[in-house]
């Protein structure tokens, strides 16, 4: 009898997730882009039918609220930590701060609140696209 595996999903490069509808989540993109200089991340409109399509198990409701690191070996991270992930793998001395700073005591739990609190607001503070 013949059986069916699962095959995991290997990507090329991480993938960041973010919602192109949000002016602040486009501006912060773009920031982190601009520290991306090896172009080592994948940018991905969450918005994005074939993006949603390519990633079933997302929670793309979630993903309305939280940017998400697709590492690539499929493994994804959100909001703060993913923001961590990103730095990580830009590199360079800002990247390797900022991703060794979540290792210190009551940061991540400090990131995670200022996230929630941006991340709740966010359309306050800079609107939507149209």
Not at 25 to 40: G, H, I, P, S, W
Not at 114 to 128: A, L, Q, T
Request: hydrophobic share 35%; with cysteine; glycine share 6%.
């Amino acid at each position: 009898m013949a059986q069916t595996q699962t095959r995991k999903q290997v990507l090329e490069k991480p993938i960041v997730l973010y919602d192109n509808s949000c002016k602040f989540c486009v501006t912060t993109a773009d920031q982190l882009r601009e520290y991306d200089k090896d172009n080592a991340l994948d940018w991905q409109d969450m918005n994005d039918e074939a993006v949603q399509r390519r990633f079933p198990n997302i929670d793309w409701e979630r993903a309305a609220d939280e940017i998400h690191f697709v590492d690539t070996d499929g493994r994804v991270t959100t909001g703060s930590r993913a923001v961590a992930d990103i730095a990580k793998v830009i590199g360079g001395d800002v990247g390797k701060a900022a991703a060794g700073a979540m290792n210190l005591p009551g940061v991540k739990q400090a990131s995670d609140i200022v996230y929630e609190i941006i991340s709740k607001n966010r359309h306050k503070i800079m609107g939507r696209n149209e």
